[in-house]
């Protein structure tokens, strides 16, 4: 697979009542970023304020930013009004990026656990005991166990660092970002193995005339410029067809939406490749001359009729071919997504990804208006300047924990493997982990095993902004500079208008906190890893800078932003070479096909709810990210708690009403923490309820979000591991509701089909 490291590391992406109370000490607010404009202080607002350019991080999306300071403080953040893709705009979370960087919870100093692990009790230490005592606990460990028994769990732009870190050691127990494993593997996987490419939501819907989502909640998944582009295309008329079986944002505003049995996607995929296939309306010409394993892909699923798949998916066969002869009539100027978080079923999910990504190819909807489309190559300088290597004399473990799964080494080691070799010390002994800006109690399946591990470690060091559940349990915690506060790596936007920017300060770093090149550069000093060779960020980011003819200073001239040159359509008459191993689109995967996996999709039932219970499904709302934001101010104003989402025919048979609270058991005996309101509603399947993630936090030191809603996560007990990469599946929990403390049984109104089995309650 012809994929370089940096395509392949590239994410998918990515009121001031307050502030009056906030006391900022002494000198730490001088801001060092370029100034764009001279500071007048007596005018109001923000009027005359220092512009930074930067990039925002409130979310993963990564949008051009501008910080206004005055008097050293962040007064407003806007959009960059030279990126194309959200122009002045940012989100109400983009906008509460002030809330971040003042938010009194802040972890402030290095800190040394006093208390047990998850009590949250430390004691004020410095950096450079703090970095000693981590430096020293690695070295023992990698001594002692091997280098395998160090694992770190990172997120976010500043990964990159400390995964050299752990590289350099000599351990391969790096996730390269849980979010792989729990959300974007899949899909990724799924588009790389047919086309070559990480599509990664580039999605031309703002051209497109026909757009197709299957339970992606843009609107709710407020990534900015992709809700741009999708509202766009909805007002130049593309009409819209939602696959969810929650009548969620988006299916709000479709001309067709289909409320799925949850686990059955991937048949009422099939059934309409088959039909695309036997009423000829795919494009044969874009077939011929781009794809490989028509005749396969053709005779697999040749099988699956409509009226099977609507039977199978709950849905009524007129609905389902009307999408499809939809979708068909408009091609290839329809916009199938891709999706984003993927990880709902773990056995299937990569496989309903790529039937997304085969009937993108049957429509030819590749590289045109409307459809899917690739990176523009963009080849910035390859600096070795973060470069750490593995140790030549390294012992490889004679087990790997990615034996099991042909595909994980796209994505660095399971999460659910680290996690279970911590509590079994099998099939190698995993003593210290380092976690960098995740939460990973509220994001990694099963979060009592996570905990469970984390008691089981020799040591464990924290790197963060705020003292989330997970942090609590670090023996030291490392305060990070976040998003404002500091460099990060330059970002190429890969959109139809591509651009490159760069995250610089806006302010500098409050109370101690330093940035993460900084902090894994002093780890690497004291670990004697000769892995950081510029002096400063601002040298390694012109060094990457160099290969387009910029510097920092040059982008920060042209506004922090500049833009360059798109190529995202293809030219009709010529071939595009994929960069699979064939050069063409693989309907039939031979990579797949190599490991025994099956090469053309195929329907695997997804166990359907017990009796008396119903399936929990979880998603966002626009003002929060994970559970990252729940402790900011404005935001936590706009929505501090979840509602749970119950059908109405279902409450009004359990005798529930609007805003009554439950509280919520799993098939496993675990409880939600606290009471959650329900909101009834026809807008939800009757085998199915919902619930929004990143609530319910269970950090004292987060003193707005602590015991705030309900988590989802810690009813998210069992889960099947995918057998491509070892993603954890979220979406394989059933519950019913407690209320007044009674048990209540979830009537079944949507009888289950013989060919799908049921969960079997066992007691754990
Ligand atoms: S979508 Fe919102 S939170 Fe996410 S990067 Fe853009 S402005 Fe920030």
């Known amino acids: 697979m012809k994929l370089n490291r940096r395509q392949f590391l590239e994410s998918a992406g990515i009121a001031t009542a307050a502030l009056a109370a906030w006391k900022i000490p002494k000198g730490v607010l001088a801001s060092p970023a370029p100034a764009a404009s001279k500071v007048a202080t007596d005018l109001p607002g923000s009027l005359g304020a220092k512009e930074v350019p930067s990039v925002c991080e409130m979310c993963f999306w990564r949008c051009p930013i501008i910080g206004k300071v005055k008097n050293g403080r962040i007064v407003k953040i806007e959009g960059n009004p030279k990126s194309p893709t959200n122009g002045h705009r940012v989100c109400a979370r983009g906008n509460s990026g002030i809330q971040l960087i003042y938010d009194p919870d802040r972890l402030k100093y ?26 020293y606990n690695m070295e023992k460990t990698r001594k002692k166990y091997g280098p395998s028994s160090l694992a770190l769990f990172d997120h976010g732009a500043s990964a990159e660092f400390y995964r050299q870190i752990f590289k350099g050691m000599g351990t391969e127990n790096y996730t390269n970002e849980p979010a792989f494993f729990q959300c974007m593997g899949a899909v990724s996987l799924a588009y790389v193995m047919t086309y070559g490419y990480k599509i990664a939501e580039r999605v031309d819907m703002s051209h497109s005339k026909v757009m197709l989502f299957f339970g992606t909640h843009l609107g709710e998944n407020a990534h900015l410029a992709q809700v741009r582009e999708y509202v766009t295309g909805l007002q130049n008329g593309a009409k819209l067809i939602v696959v969810d079986p929650r009548f969620s944002a988006p299916a709000n505003k479709a001309d067709i939406w289909l409320p799925i049995r949850p686990g059955t996607d991937t048949a009422l995929l099939l059934a309409w490749i088959n039909y695309v296939i036997q009423n000829d309306l795919y494009d044969k010409e874009f077939v011929q001359m781009h794809c490989k394993g028509f005749n396969e892909l053709k005779e697999g699923v040749k099988g699956y009729s409509m009226e099977w798949a609507a039977r199978i998916c709950d849905l009524k066969l007129h609905d389902i071919k009307k999408a499809i002869d939809m979708l068909a009539a408009s091609r290839p100027h329809v916009a199938i997504h891709s ?43 390859e600096s070795d300047c973060v470069e ?265 048979k359990m005798g529930i009403k609007y805003g009554d609270r439950v509280v919520i058991v799993n098939q496993d005996g675990y409880r939600s923490a606290n009471l959650v309101k329900v909101k009834v509603t026809p807008g939800i399947r009757p085998d199915t309820v919902y619930l929004p993630h990143g609530f319910g936090s269970r950090s004292p030191l987060l003193t707005k979000a602590y015991k705030q809603g309900v988590s989802d996560q810690f009813l998210i007990t069992r889960y099947i591991l995918d057998p491509f990469f070892g993603g954890s599946s979220h979406r394989t929990d059933f519950v019913k509701l407690i209320k007044d403390g009674k048990t209540l049984d979830i009537p079944e109104l949507r009888p289950v089909p013989p060919e799908i089995p049921r969960f079997e309650i066992k007691k754990v």
């Not at 656990?113 to 004020?124: D, F, I, L």
């Open 110 to 135: 290095p800190m040394k656990r006093v208390g047990a692990r998850g009590e949250g009790k430390w004691a004020r230490i410095s950096w450079k005991e703090a970095l000693d005592e981590i430096a």
């Open 388 to 652: 750490c290597e593995a140790p030549e004399d390294v012992e490889e473990p004679e087990t790997s924990l990615k034996d099991n799964y042909p595909f994980a080494s796209y994505f660095g080691s399971p999460t659910a493997e680290i996690i279970r070799a911590t509590r079994t010390g099998k099939p190698y002994p995993i003593k210290l982990w380092g976690i960098a800006g995740v939460n990973i109690i509220h994001t990694i399946s099963n979060p009592y095993e996570t905990m469970d591990a984390l008691r089981k470690l020799d040591f464990v060091f924290s790197i963060e902004i705020l003292p989330t559940e997970s942090a609590t349990w670090a023996d030291i915690v490392l305060p990070e500079a976040n998003y404002l506060e500091r460099y990060d790596k330059v970002y190429v936007n890969h959109d139809l208008t591509p651009y490159v920017t760069v995250r610089q300060p806006v302010v500098k770093p409050l109370f101690e906190a330093k940035s993460p090149f900084w902090i894994a550069r002093e780890m690497a000093k004291r670990l004697k890893l000769d892995c950081f060779h510029c002096k400063s960020e601002e040298e390694y980011l012109d060094e990457e800078l160099e290969d387009i003819d910029l510097s920092l200073a040059k982008l920060n001239k042209e506004g922090g932003l500049v833009r360059l040159k798109g190529h995202p359509y293809r030219d009709p008459n010529k071939p595009i070479k994929f960069s699979t191993d064939s050069g063409k689109i693989e309907l039939f995967s031979g990579s797949f096909d190599d490991e025994d996996m099956d090469p053309i999709p195929k329907f695997e039932p997804i166990l359907a709810p017990p009796k008396g219970y119903a399936r929990l499904v979880y998603g966002r709302v626009p003002t929060h990210t994970f559970s990252r934001t729940m402790n900011n101010l404005w935001l936590h104003n706009e929505c501090p708690e979840p509602m749970l989402w119950l059908n109405k025919e279902v409450a009004e």
């Open 339 to 381: 999706g984003r978080h993927s990880a709902w079923y773990g056995r299937g999910d990569v496989q309903r990804h790529r039937c997304l990504a085969i009937l993108t190819a049957l429509f030819g909807a590749v590289a045109v208006p409307g459809g899917i489309y690739f990176p523009t190559s963009v080849d910035l300088g």
